[in-house]
């Protein structure tokens, strides 16, 4: 039997919130997906997440939310990761675990609604950001807690590189059914399954205002380029889109058979 995953790129600010409410309903008439994920980490004026966008945003039919390093950026967000956390907002597994340390945790095991088991897992990248837990070793680690029936496993790798992305892809390749990157908020054209049967994209872009710099204002963005001064930083508004990637997948082997871009401008 097959299953349809559907999973939306970083969610950007109000614009990208207001995306998802206007584009995700025609996406599920459409293709009927039986799972949605999304990245939300950004959905707070560009910058982290904060508890209400959290169920917000699970309301409008999103199943778990993934993060990347941004998810630190509201502090409201911390208690609620630590109250929540065999919750569906997820952070990187690789940030450092234990009393003291990053509270909440990078697997969600779940069931869709026609009792399909699932497993989503959030790794971060450690090429121009902040050196945390090898991402390698942890998704090993991950791989282990996750039952042996649970075959439909996804992956948010939220990287910098490129290369970094493509590695974890090919590492991951025949043990979980898609490694999606996310982070750069710019769509990559590479989506493919590869030989394993891993459905695999290296950026599954912004949903949010385009017209800017990976969601952000342009002039402020160039003159910060320009003169290195602080600047403050507003979410830009114009030719908003919602992007995202519909995997098929076999519930029975977890092996995609299709990965497809959608790009809906709202």
């Known amino acids: ?17 207001r995306a998802v409410k206007e584009a995700l309903p025609r996406l599920v008439e459409e293709y009927s997906p039986s799972l949605i994920l999304a ?9 982290g997440i904060t508890p209400p966008l959290v169920e917000e945003l ?11 390093n941004h998810i630190w950026d509201k502090k409201e967000i911390l208690p609620y990761l630590a109250d929540h956390a065999d919750g569906r907002l997820l952070r990187p597994a690789n940030y450092p675990s234990g009393p003291g340390q ?31 837990d090898c991402p390698f070793r942890t998704v090993d680690a991950l791989l282990a807690e996750i039952p042996a029936d649970v075959k439909v496993r996804i992956l948010d790798m939220h990287a910098e590189a490129t ?20 982070h750069t908020h710019v769509p990559t054209a590479d989506e493919t399954v590869l030989p394993g049967g891993t459905a695999y994209i290296t950026d599954l872009g912004m ?7 990976i969601g952000l204002d342009k002039e402020s963005i160039i003159q910060k380029f320009r003169n290195q001064l602080p600047a403050r930083f507003e ?3 114009g030719d908003v889109r ?12 977890g092996r995609a058979s299709s990965i497809q871009r959608i790009v809906r401008q709202v």
């Open 1 to 17: 039997m097959n299953s349809r995953i559907l999973f939306i790129g970083d969610i950007f600010g109000q614009p990208g919130r």
């Open 39 to 47: 990245n939300g980490e950004n959905a707070a004026a560009g910058f």
């Open 58 to 68: 699970l309301g409008a039919g999103i199943a778990v939310l993934t993060s990347g």
């Open 102 to 132: 990053a509270p909440g945790h990078g697997l969600y095991l779940g069931r869709t609604r026609a009792g399909i088991g699932y497993a989503v897992m959030n790794l971060q990248g450690r090429v121009f950001m902040p050196s945390i």
């Open 163 to 182: 290369s970094e992305k493509i590695a974890m892809g090919w590492y991951l390749d025949g043990r979980v059914t898609a490694v999606l990157g996310t």
């Open 207 to 213: 949903t949010g205002p385009y017209d800017s710099v």
């Open 235 to 237: 979410v830009a508004k």
């Open 242 to 253: 919602l992007s995202a990637v519909l995997i098929e997948a076999d519930v029975e082997t």
